[in-house]
């Protein structure tokens, strides 16, 4: 049985951990997401995850909760295989997404395939 699915402990939360990834954390754009990561520490036996849809680009709580699902399934369609990278490297990633329109499920899917791609290759354009 593989194993699609987004428990609790792959959920990144908690303001230490995530002030951390943001300040000290490696950082790029692809369109529709702005994308922060950092390796968590050699202990961690998961990567974690921290979805984020800004209130100032969509009003409504519906609008907002759409981009999260399509968001969540995605990567839990796609986790085994982009998880474990390679040389079983886990992180703390943060997807934001700042697109102002609301994209379609397999377009989302691509974008999420090519940044788990991006993460691994450690092509980040800014620190």
Do not use: C, W
Request: charged share 30%; proline share 4%; glycine share 4%.
């Amino acid at each position: 049985m593989s194993d699609k699915t987004f428990k609790k402990e792959e959920r990144l939360s908690g303001k230490l951990a995530v002030s951390k990834l943001f300040t000290s954390g490696k950082s790029f754009f692809l369109h529709p997401f702005l994308v922060y990561y950092t390796s968590r520490e050699s202990g961690a036996d998961h990567s974690r995850l921290l979805i984020s849809v800004s209130k100032k680009n969509y009003k409504r709580a519906v609008h907002r909760n759409l981009v999260k699902r399509r968001i969540r399934e995605a990567y839990r369609q796609s986790k085994p295989e982009i998880l474990p990278l390679p040389g079983n490297e886990h992180y703390d990633i943060a997807l934001v997404y700042i697109s102002k329109e609301i994209h379609p499920f397999q377009f989302i899917k691509s974008k999420m395939n090519r940044i788990f791609k991006k993460i691994s290759e450690g092509n980040d354009k800014n620190s």
